[in-house]
């Protein structure tokens, strides 16, 4: 069975940071490909971010970050660092605890997706 993978950045019950992986299993449908089932989101939202950004902070709300045109390190509170770069999905979750460092790779204005839960 074919799987999407997404990765997520939530706080565990000591308030850390982390990584895990989802993965959304996919049923082949045919010419159009393979689909997962619907997830349910309450909103849309854009995102520009200037060339600098670094930033340590808590995900706002619960959410899918598509990275549009640029990639972004994420540091955890535990020190773990990935790169993500442009068309990946990030399932951000921690909206408590010590938060997670987000850091453009390249020096120019990153596009994102935010996707609400």
């Given at each position: 069975?074919?799987?999407?993978k997404?990765?997520?950045?939530?706080?565990?019950?000591?308030?850390?940071?982390?990584?895990d992986?989802?993965?959304?299993?996919?049923?082949?449908?045919?010419?159009?490909?393979?689909?997962?089932?619907?997830?349910?989101v309450?909103?849309?939202?854009?995102?520009?971010?200037?060339?600098?950004?670094?930033?340590?902070?808590?995900?706002?709300?619960?959410?899918?970050?598509?990275?549009?045109?640029?990639?972004?390190?994420?540091?955890?509170s535990?020190?773990?660092?990935?790169?993500?770069?442009q068309?990946?999905?990030?399932?951000?979750?921690?909206?408590?605890?010590?938060?997670?460092?987000s850091?453009?790779?390249?020096?120019?204005?990153?596009s994102s997706?935010f996707?609400?839960?």
């Amino acid at each position: 069975m074919e799987t999407f993978k997404v990765t997520r950045v939530y706080a565990d019950e000591n308030g850390e940071s982390r990584f895990d992986e989802v993965f959304y299993p996919l049923t082949d449908r045919g010419p159009i490909g393979h689909l997962s089932q619907n997830v349910e989101v309450k909103q849309l939202q854009f995102r520009n971010v200037p060339a600098g950004y670094n930033d340590l902070h808590n995900a706002p709300q619960r959410q899918y970050v598509v990275l549009l045109d640029g990639g972004v390190e994420i540091e955890t509170s535990t020190g773990e660092k990935r790169v993500f770069q442009q068309g990946e999905v990030l399932l951000m979750e921690d909206t408590t605890g010590k938060g997670h460092r987000s850091s453009n790779l390249e020096q120019k204005e990153r596009s994102s997706l935010f996707i609400i839960l």
